[in-house]
């Protein structure tokens, strides 16, 4: 059997990775960034300039994702109770709605997926992802657990 480096086969596991979640989304009117951002803002509230981080886009992106966003009734902004000049996103109980219905779909691909795999290497496999992107996150500044609180 042919040996998968691991460039390729990290391009080839995210192409199924983002097309399965894309359809999830999808059954849901929901585009893949706002599908991010969804999931972004169910573990925090951050500021506008937070989020372009976080998205990997510059502000004036996210500020035309969140006009969208908050004209579908999925998000709000509301004031940073540390700074005056700078507002908060927040979800609605609407997306959060849409978060559970999406994730359940997408939660079932990947389950299906590495359910392929015999139990000791799906363990190793969350094991790499978890410390490859908690390395990632660290070289970026980034904290990729709750800041909510």
């Known amino acids: 059997m042919a040996q998968i480096n691991t460039v390729d086969g990290l391009a080839q596991l995210s192409f199924l990775i983002q097309g399965a979640l894309?359809?999830?989304?999808?059954e849901h009117d929901v585009s893949l960034i706002q599908t991010r951002l969804l999931?972004?803002?169910?573990?925090?509230?951050?500021?506008?300039?937070?989020?372009?981080?976080?998205?990997?886009?510059d502000k004036s992106s996210v500020t035309g994702l969140i006009d969208r966003a908050e004209r579908r009734g999925l998000v709000t902004r509301v004031p940073s109770p540390t700074d005056r000049r700078s507002s908060l996103v927040d979800l609605?109980?609407?997306?959060?709605?849409?978060?559970?219905?999406v994730s359940a779909?997408?939660?079932?691909?990947?389950?299906?997926?590495?359910g392929r795999l015999p139990e000791q290497d799906r363990t190793d496999l969350t094991d790499l992802i978890g410390r490859l992107l908690t390395a990632h996150a660290a070289a970026h500044g980034v904290d990729l657990f709750d800041t909510t609180g």
């Open 105 to 114: 779909g997408f939660e079932a691909d990947v389950t299906a997926m590495v």
């Open 92 to 101: 609605t109980d609407r997306a959060r709605e849409l978060i559970v219905a």
């Open 22 to 26: 894309e359809r999830r989304a999808a």
């Open 39 to 57: 999931g972004v803002l169910r573990d925090r509230r951050p500021t506008m300039q937070e989020l372009a981080k976080l998205l990997g886009l």
